[in-house]
């Protein structure tokens, strides 16, 4: 996301709108109802399909190696939708010219200027302008980077989940000219978490809508009202979030407690090792064992207090948590070669 200071959006000017489900849910078509819906409320309106933005090749696994040698799995899709967010964002800081999609960005320059093509209209007073980002979205925290957006430029914001069974959504897919695989959508159903305002207070402005059958008039007529009532509420950098900042340093301490914890299994792992070979007398083992566990635990423990208490907040998505994680595995590796050391001097 860019780093400049936000610049002054006037009140109700904008919303981002986030259309959610699994695959073939309905969001694309919903959206081109809300669009012709749009200009009779006499709004500017786009849609933001991830789908043709993102090219398909960022979501393929890539084997990579890190400094040990050790192989693992990994796909650019993150920093493809950060870079759709950064075209809107861009679109925002300067309304008066219609930005181009970077092609150092990775996303479809042909795609974005479909998007923003006629929104630009005559200079002076513009009517409201919604964007219409249809997408999965099946974790709160890609939600969230939209809702963050708004906040930065209050704007309004709002979310629609299109609630379709899976039966339907398989059978709709396959339908499709280009299909998603049906075990995708199958992992998607595994994780897919609907919009939960009891659970995220900024999840207060959504609904959700049953596409099973069609989406009739009157849920449609609750979509206007939805964007209305947004874009007359745009959210505001001063509003108080500590909950949900407080809930995003607890998720990024624990993948990097988590991380730790499987980088000092390892380690222990080969301390056991090397003490076997040298021939470390059972019931000594079977201390170092102990030791070695309950060492283990203390150190994450107090790690965990570290990222929640002393760490200045970030979000998981601005730290490196594998290269957090690296660095407290050393720092345990020292107090491991420490024990294995007087239960080696002592075997």
């Not at 979501?59 to 400094?67: A, H, P, S």
Request: charged share 25%.
């Amino acid at each position: 996301m860019a780093t400049e200071e936000a610049v002054s959006v006037s009140r109700a000017s904008a919303c981002l709108c986030v259309l959610c489900g699994l695959p073939a849910a309905g969001k694309s078509t919903l959206a081109r109802r809300i669009l012709s819906t749009a200009a009779q409320h006499g709004w500017r309106a786009t849609v933001v399909p991830y789908d043709d933005l993102i090219p398909e090749q960022a979501f393929r696994t890539k084997v990579v190696e890190d400094g040990v040698n050790l192989q693992e799995m990994h796909t650019e899709w993150k920093s493809h939708r950060q870079a759709v967010l950064y075209c809107i964002e861009q679109f925002l800081q300067k309304s008066e010219i219609l930005p181009e999609a970077p092609s150092s960005s990775g996303i479809s320059v042909a795609a974005w200027e479909q998007c923003t093509q006629g929104l630009m209209g005559p200079k002076g007073l513009k009517p409201p302008l919604v964007f219409l980002l249809d997408d999965n979205f099946y974790y709160p925290s890609m939600r969230y980077e939209v809702c963050q957006l708004a906040r930065k430029y209050s704007l309004g914001f709002c979310q629609v989940y299109l609630q379709c069974d899976l039966e339907s959504c398989i059978s709709r897919n396959q339908s499709r000219s280009q299909p998603v695989p049906t075990e995708v959508i199958l992992e998607m159903v595994k994780r897919l978490e609907s919009p939960n305002p009891q659970k995220n207070s900024w999840e207060i402005n959504s609904i959700t809508l049953n596409s099973t059958g069609t989406v009739s008039k009157s849920d449609i007529q609750r979509v206007m009202e939805l964007i209305s009532s947004a874009l007359n509420n745009p959210l505001s950098l001063g509003e108080d979030n500590k909950e949900q900042k407080d809930a995003d340093r607890l998720k990024c301490a624990n993948s990097v407690v988590h991380q730790a914890d499987q980088a000092c299994r390892r380690l222990i792992s080969e301390a056991m090792k090397t003490a076997r070979e040298n021939k470390v007398r059972p019931e000594r083992m079977r201390s170092l064992a102990a030791q070695l566990s309950e060492s283990k635990a203390t150190f994450l423990h107090n790690l965990g207090k570290h990222f929640l208490h002393e760490v200045p907040f970030i979000q998981e998505e601005e730290i490196n948590v594998e290269h957090a994680a690296k660095r407290a595995a050393e720092i345990f590796n020292d107090d491991l070669k420490e024990i294995l050391s007087r239960i080696m001097n002592d075997k």
